[in-house]
């Protein structure tokens, strides 16, 4: 009973506390109608381009069993929320859409699947939130899953992270590549022991935010790796390039006598190919820093990176760094099958709140009016008395497939109607008069320009669409 007592005292002073507190959970972060603006507008680029592709859309549970998520993500497995048991089984929230994905393909026996997902996950990580770092966030992904030529799908995952970026208009970006397989070759001729891949693999990956030495500080001292193999280590991963470069590498002595590099080597070679077809190969780097620490990835791998802006609007702070991410997991699925049958998979993810912390920076630096509804046409009146007669057109609107409103008063001021159009954005009203119904028209008046015209009101709709562009 004392134990009961003191959770109870414990669980009032939380709940106390976050009530004085009055605001989210570390990690997490309430949406304002004009930040909501920003992410449908983000949203609606994305996945217009994820439908452009043949891509169909799928949904997953936001929790699954903990022995679903356990040993898919290396090192980065702590940060996995665990939920409390309440009956029996161990659940855990979602750490990405990836893993949910490969069990669900393999629960379903589907072999082959083109599909996109927009939901959030959950990350006990330390938040930066200028940074875009949360601990509940949205993923984008799209994966092509099933067995295809080689780098045909890769190349097309990759030509989509161009062209959304591109869409997005953040700044100039970089996509650098690299294939696990030669990762794991390179490890080998320089010496990590097999049962060190993975660890020494985390630490690689952090190059794009340590300097060299303290990534070479953490292999030896942390991860007790031989000094002499770190620095061999070192002599390829700060290599980065072109076709060329993957040329030089297929010539090298130690690393053309490891087949798993020269498959990887190979491969990516052909990638190259088919990225230059798509014309996207100069915002290419082939990168051997690029280890992507997730356990589940098996040959290339793909990481997006926001170029410095000499002269934009971000913040010099900011620091987003990676938007996008992804490769190839051949091996995720067969982990859910009873009879361990592999579906290859590749695939990517946009980080959606970085790409958002830099367009919120940007629009307000500009200054740039942000509209937070789509309404087309306000219905106001000129008299008193006219109430009715606003419910019924704007109903007719409606109806018509018209984005209308109406000021929630019985007799509004016609000034105040129109400073309201002004303040959000509101392009068109349609004014009722006396005059107006005796004639059978509606005023139609241009917000902007201040330009009225009498619409006959079996026309009024049709004028409505041409007006906004709505077909």
Not at 186 to 194: R, T
Request: charged residues 30%.
């Amino acid at each position: 009973m004392a134990e009961e007592e003191a959770l109870r005292k414990q669980a009032d002073t939380v709940r106390r506390l976050k009530q004085e507190k009055a605001s989210p959970e570390e990690g997490t972060r309430d949406y304002n109608p004009k930040q909501m603006a920003i992410r449908e507008k983000v949203f609606n680029i994305i996945t217009q381009c994820f439908k452009r592709h043949g891509a169909e859309t799928i949904d997953t549970p936001v929790f699954e069993l903990k022995e679903t998520l356990t040993g898919k993500y290396g090192e980065d497995s702590k940060l996995i929320y665990d939920l409390k048991d309440q009956g029996g089984e161990l659940l855990s929230l979602r750490y990405d859409l990836t893993v949910p994905f490969a069990r669900y393909l393999a629960m379903n026996k589907i072999t082959n699947i083109k599909r996109y997902q927009i939901a959030k996950v959950y990350r006990r990580d330390n938040p930066a939130m200028t940074k875009g770092r949360y601990r509940e966030f949205y993923q984008c992904d799209f994966d092509i899953a099933g067995h295809y030529d080689i780098m045909i799908p890769d190349a097309e995952c990759l030509k989509i992270v161009h062209e959304i970026l591109c869409a997005l208009q953040i700044g100039d970006f970089l996509i650098k590549v690299n294939d696990r397989r030669i990762l794991d070759g390179m490890f080998a001729v320089c010496g990590v022991p097999d049962i060190k891949f993975r660890t020494i693999c985390s630490t690689v990956d952090k190059l794009d935010k340590m300097a060299w030495e303290d990534v070479k500080n953490e292999m030896v001292g942390e991860k007790g790796l031989a000094p002499e193999i770190a620095d061999h280590i070192g002599g390829y991963v700060r290599l980065h390039g072109g076709l060329s470069l993957i040329e030089q590498l297929l010539q090298d002595p130690k690393l053309s006598q490891n087949k798993l590099a020269q498959e990887g080597l190979e491969e990516v070679k052909q990638l190259f190919k088919y990225l230059d077809i798509f014309g996207i190969s100069d915002q290419i780097s082939f990168d051997l820093s690029l280890a992507r620490g997730l356990d589940y990835y098996t040959g290339v791998i793909y990481e997006a990176i926001l170029l410095q802006q000499p002269n934009d609007h971000v913040e010099e702070s900011l620091g987003v760094g990676s938007v996008a991410g992804g490769g190839r997991y051949d091996g995720l699925v067969g982990m859910f099958d009873p009879k361990g049958r592999k579906v290859p998979c590749v695939g990517v993810s946009i980080g959606i709140e970085r790409v958002f912390s830099i367009m919120e920076q940007k629009m307000e630096a500009s200054e740039e009016k942000i509209r937070t509804t789509e309404t087309q046409v306000l219905v106001a009146s000129a008299q008193k008395k006219l109430l009715e007669e606003r419910l019924k057109l704007v109903s007719q609107l409606w109806d018509s497939g018209i984005k209308a409103e109406i000021l929630y008063k019985k007799n509004p001021k016609l000034l105040n109607q129109l400073q309201y159009c002004e303040e959000t954005g509101i392009p068109l009203v349609a004014i009722l008069g006396e005059q107006e119904l005796k004639d059978g028209v509606v005023k139609l008046r241009d917000v902007v320009t201040r330009e009225e015209v009498d619409i006959c009101r079996r026309k009024l709709v049709e004028e409505i669409k041409r007006r906004t562009h709505i077909l």
